[in-house]
């Protein structure tokens, strides 16, 4: 199978039946015009509502005439992006969805949506939309203040709290998986001291094939790559992605 990479949490999973596309928002390269002409059935998933994670352009695939599958987060559907009709699947977590040729389940998320596990052509997948420990900077030694503001995200946030309840997300995905071919993961220098906190805290967990970074759109591709050593130290795999529209052999 061919991983692409469109940008930011953008990618398109090629196998030999079908193309799965995750969280499609800008496509600099234009990956998707070579995807429509290959003519191969598409499955296009959105993690969640915010718009670096669902573009409204996906819907005039279908209207160009390519057979395309829409599963889409439930939350799309609760902010008025999109009306139920133009989605096949509305998916909050714990609901699945599967066909002849790819099944998908939804996880769960510390922000907006789900994160996806999907099963294709003999391999297991896991994106996770935006799902991470976001508030990771603030856990550094000797902090005693409980409540911390966030800057990056103009939030109050007690980040014990919110990385309690992110490893409880990836404690219920154990429940769905212990380990993935493939896993899609924010590393986001946005947040900080720390940033790949929540990936290192990923990689303890599930034992991955090939890690790939995404959410770095604003960090550069350098940014990402920092986790590169950590992730090997972890005996996985890294996908040092370096421009848009590149693709990996997975």
Not at 7 to 21: M, P, T
Not at 159 to 186: C, I, N, S, T, W
Request: glycine share 10%.
């Amino acid at each position: 199978m061919q991983l692409t990479y469109i940008f930011h949490s953008g990618f398109a999973l090629e196998g030999e039946r079908c193309v799965v596309v995750f969280d499609y928002w800008l496509d600099p390269a234009g990956v998707a015009r070579r995807l429509l002409a290959a003519g191969k059935p598409l499955y296009v998933l959105a993690s969640h509502f915010h718009e670096d994670h669902f573009c409204r352009d996906i819907f005039a695939w279908r209207e160009a005439g390519a057979d395309v599958t829409y599963l889409l987060s439930k939350d799309i559907l609760r902010h008025r992006r999109a009306v139920r009709a133009e989605a096949d699947a509305w998916l909050a977590k714990g609901g699945c969805w599967h066909d002849d040729r790819l099944r998908v389940t939804a996880a769960g998320s510390t922000d907006s949506g789900v994160s996806w596990v999907v099963e294709v052509e003999g391999r297991r997948v896991f994106h996770a939309g935006d799902l991470n420990n976001w508030y990771a900077r603030f856990l550094a030694e000797g902090r005693e203040e409980r409540v911390a503001h966030s800057v990056e995200w103009d939030v109050d946030v007690d980040p014990v709290r919110e990385e309690k309840r992110y490893l409880g997300e990836l404690k219920d995905l154990r429940k769905l998986a212990d380990g993935f071919d493939v896993a899609m993961f924010p590393v986001d220098s946005r947040i900080g001291n720390g940033y790949t906190r929540g990936a290192r805290q990923f990689l303890d967990r599930f034992r991955t094939g090939l890690f790939v970074p995404m959410h770095f759109a604003a960090g550069g591709f350098a940014s990402a790559w920092r986790m590169q050593e950590l992730a090997a130290a972890r005996g996985a795999g890294f996908w040092k992605i370096a421009r848009e529209g590149e693709t990996h052999e997975v």
